[in-house]
T-cell receptor, first 117, second 113 residues
Framework: AQKVTQAQTEISVVEKEDVTLDCVYE???????LFWYKQPPSGELVFLIR??????QNEISGRYSWNFQKSTSSFNFTITASQVVDSAVYFC??????????????FGKGTLLTVNP | EPEVTQTPSHQVTQMGQEVILRCVPI?????FYWYRQILGQKVEFLVS????????KSEIFDDQFSVERPDGSNFTLKIRSTKLEDSAMYFC???????????FGNGTRLTVT
């Protein structure tokens, strides 16, 4: 069975601080995808990144960066110089490919990030 | 940028009533999904749909639930006889398969009274 653990339930930072959101996953599959989604107070799920299990290169997109460590089954997300607009719930998710090209995502419980001015 | 659209944004229904949630996936996508999120909890997979049939479903997706692609653009989730515990945010999603990301709609908040 797959599992995604986001141990940090809530994080509160002051604007311009860097913050890292942790994600640890469990799967028996050798091929899988990892995702991060942002859920702002308005409720929608905003796609941030998809990473496949064969690609361990870290990725940077503006103020966002992701650190994928297969050896520790972690896929952590860092926001540099946080802004108030970053305040949201962030979900990490895992999808194996046992269903072919289906995306059956297993989500973590989410981390509520509050960035204070 | 193309997006998944869901209607209505909020639906209130009485227990025992049938409800249909509607979604228009991204036009060139082939895989369609429904997920739900009970208030304050994590997002859970309900069902995936490909080539006009269900490809996978979760334990949550019991006989009260059904999905349909009635035409070339819409994808619907029907709950036959709603229960209080069906109150949740329902998200539709679509993907082009392994080649692309999984994009979610803005969700329909279903409230069963």
């Amino acid at each position: 069975a797959q599992k995604v653990t986001q141990a940090q339930t809530e994080i509160s930072v002051v604007e311009k601080e860097d913050v890292t959101l942790d994600c640890v996953y469990e799967t028996r599959d050798t091929t899988y995808y990892l995702f991060w989604y942002k859920q702002p107070p308005s409720g929608e799920l905003v796609f941030l990144i998809r990473r496949n299990s064969f690609d361990e290169q870290n990725e940077i997109s503006g103020r966002y960066s992701w650190n994928f460590q297969k050896s520790t089954s972690s896929f952590n997300f860092t926001i540099t110089a946080s802004q108030v607009v970053d305040s949201a719930v962030y979900f990490c998710a895992l999808s194996d490919l046992s269903g072919g090209s289906n995306y059956k995502l297993t989500f973590g419980k989410g981390t509520l990030l509050t960035v204070n001015p | 940028e193309p997006e998944v659209t869901q209607t209505p944004s909020h639906q209130v229904t009485q227990m025992g009533q049938e409800v249909i949630l509607r979604c228009v996936p991204i036009s060139n996508h082939l895989y369609f999904y429904w997920y739900r999120q009970i208030l304050g909890q994590k997002v859970e997979f309900l069902v995936s749909f490909y080539n006009n049939e269900i490809s996978e479903k979760s334990e949550i997706f019991d006989d009260q639930f059904s999905v349909e692609r009635p035409d070339g653009s819409n994808f619907t989730l029907k709950i036959r006889s709603t229960k209080l515990e069906d109150s949740a945010m329902y998200f539709c999603a679509s993907s082009a398969g392994r080649k692309g990301a999984l994009h979610f709609g803005n969700g329909t908040r279903l409230t069963v009274t």
